[in-house]
T-cell receptor, first 111, second 112 residues
Framework: DQQVKQNSPSLSVQEGRISILNCDYTNSMFDYFLWYKKYPAEGPTFLISISSIKDKNEDGRFTVFLNKSAKHLSLHIVPSQPGDSAVYFC??????????FGKGTRLHILP | DTGVSQDPRHKITKRGQNVTFRCDPISEHNRLYWYRQTLGQGPEFLTYFQNEAQLEKSRLLSDRFSAERPKGSFSTLEIQRTEQGDSAMYLCAREGRMGGYTFGSGTRLTVV
């Protein structure tokens, strides 16, 4: 039973355009939502998070939106750059602070 | 430098052998987590420690797996009688910022 779902295994976006990565979750008790970025042969790197009491958080080119009624969040990257090509994991933490990850979306930034 | 050191980076072992991985958070942190990632999957929780105490173990952690954190600083994860299904990247993490974790670079295990 997957509590965090990323339904798009991959996404290709032109350099300079907006990348939108989507994520759905099932557990309404999650209190933090996070995005991680992962390059091959490295551990995941924390990108941005959002508390369940907010609906938007912005950090530079990265913005995360949370829609609690739809149990949906998204990560917007604008403008997309070649170094953004990586696997992006959506994740959520429960009240025990244990983080549960989705399966990831591979983002390709095209020149 | 991620702030979490994992050793070794890569390990190839024959089926049936025992392996041990080590995780060193660079600074003192109460909580330390172990995750496993296989191809096409996100990291999956294995276990975590609050200081020396192992507080939770996933059902993924069979009785062939054991983890310790003897002094509340570094941690080890041992797999006995390895199987091909144990091939994965094993990730260690400490508490990070804004509700997240800081992960190490992982240990890539290949069981042949």
């Amino acid at each position: 039973d997957q509590q965090v779902k990323q339904n798009s295994p991959s996404l290709s976006v032109q350099e300079g355009r907006i990348s939108i990565l989507n994520c759905d979750y099932t557990n309404s008790m999650f209190d933090y939502f996070l995005w991680y970025k992962k390059y091959p042969a490295e551990g995941p790197t924390f990108l941005i998070s959002i508390s369940s009491i907010k609906d938007k958080n912005e950090d530079g080119r990265f913005t995360v939106f949370l829609n609690k009624s739809a149990k949906h969040l998204s990560l917007h990257i604008v403008p997309s750059q070649p170094g953004d090509s990586a696997v992006y994991f959506c994740a959520a933490s429960d009240r025990d602070d244990k983080i549960i990850f989705g399966k990831g979306t591979r983002l390709h930034i095209l020149p | 430098d991620t702030g979490v050191s994992q050793d070794p980076r890569h390990k190839i072992t024959k089926r049936g052998q025992n392996v041990t991985f080590r995780c060193d958070p660079i600074s003192e942190h109460n909580r330390l987590y172990w995750y496993r990632q296989t191809l096409g999957q996100g990291p999956e929780f294995l276990t975590y420690f609050q200081n020396e105490a192992q507080l939770e173990k996933s059902r993924l952690l069979s009785d062939r797996f054991s983890a310790e954190r003897p002094k509340g600083s570094f941690s080890t994860l041992e797999i006995q009688r390895t199987e091909q299904g144990d091939s994965a990247m094993y990730l260690c993490a400490r508490e990070g910022r804004m509700g997240g974790y800081t992960f190490g670079s992982g240990t890539r295990l290949t069981v042949v």
